[in-house]
């Protein structure tokens, strides 16, 4: 059983930056592609970013491209998502999840574990 747990929301003001976290335990990390979900009251869960098992591939939401990157160190069992230049509407709760392929994946049906979520708020 693979668990996740995010960590690293919180409040920021519009054009700041944080580095959301989401380590990883239980599994074989490492073959694992990874993706960040975000939801804001309201709304559909949506994708933001995904990564293969190695790192040489990365995907982004259009709404999110230029100013986020997701990463992962396959050593520490965690996957990253540094976030700049954040906006309002960047305001949700942010997920990770993770699927057993190792390729890039974007939609919530193919993911078989999640964490629980971390809040980010970014205030104007």
């Known amino acids: 059983q693979v668990q996740l747990v995010e960590s690293g929301g919180g409040l920021v003001q519009a054009g700041g930056s944080l580095r959301l976290s989401c380590a990883a335990s239980?599994?074989?990390?490492?073959?694992?592609?990874m993706t960040w979900f975000r939801q804001a009251p309201g709304k559909e869960r949506e994708f933001v970013a995904a990564?293969?098992?190695?790192?040489?591939?990365?995907l982004y939401a259009d709404s999110v491209k230029g100013r986020f990157t997701i990463s992962r160190d396959n050593v520490k069992n965690t996957v990253y998502l540094q976030m700049n230049s954040l906006k309002p509407e960047d305001t949700a709760v942010y997920y990770c999840?993770?699927?057993?392929?190792?390729?890039?994946?974007?939609?919530?049906?193919?993911?078989?574990?999640w964490g629980k979520g971390t809040q980010v708020t970014v205030s104007s």
């Open positions: 999840a993770g699927h057993w392929g190792g390729v890039v994946r974007i939609i919530t049906g193919g993911m078989d574990f």
């Open positions: 239980g599994g074989t990390f490492s073959s694992n592609g």
């Open positions: 990564i293969n098992w190695s790192g040489s591939r990365t």
